[in-house]
């Protein structure tokens, strides 16, 4: 008589257990189920942070103008006025979900020449020349002109209601 072995519980080729359950189909549904609030999370927070700097460099709130001493750009002074006011009202717009993919392109080049004009010259990498935050805002608005605003945007309601 041969002797008999019990069913292997490590995956196979196939992805599944020896129970011939699949987790991994499983997760992988139920994770894009949720892609699409998880996408309207990440633009708001992106437009919300985005949105602060501006506040900040306008307004001198949230610890004013990177900087200023707590203090605001002086209005219509090139580019750093202009860029504040793009981070704040595209922020928002972003933020909201209402037109989201032109305030994303906007944002996006806005902190492209922020990174090129003002951080490149001081040093190549971001991190040697304080440029993170304006290189991952224009990536992170860069994907989202790309994706959208996702489930729970502004722009969605309206078009729902039409």
């Known amino acids: 008589m041969a002797p008999t072995t019990a069913p292997s519980a490590s995956p196979s080729a196939s992805g599944t257990t020896g129970t011939g359950a699949t987790q991994a189909p499983a997760l992988t549904e139920r994770l894009d189920a949720v892609r699409p609030y998880a996408l309207s999370a990440f633009r708001i927070v992106v437009g919300l942070l985005f949105a602060c700097h501006g506040a900040a460099s306008l307004f001198g709130i949230l610890g004013g103008a990177a900087g200023s001493n707590g203090g605001t750009i002086a ?39 922020a990174y090129f004009d003002v951080h490149q010259s001081m040093a190549l990498w971001p991190i040697q020349n304080g440029g993170e935050a304006s290189a991952m805002f224009c990536w992170a608005f860069l994907l989202l002109v790309f994706t959208g605003p996702g489930a729970l945007s502004l722009d969605r309601l309206f078009r729902r209601d039409r």
């Open 75 to 113: 209005a219509g002074t090139w580019p750093g006025w202009y860029a504040a006011a793009i981070q704040l009202v595209g922020g928002v717009l972003v933020m909201l979900g209402v037109g989201s993919r032109t305030a994303a392109l906007i944002s996006s080049g806005s902190m492209a020449y």
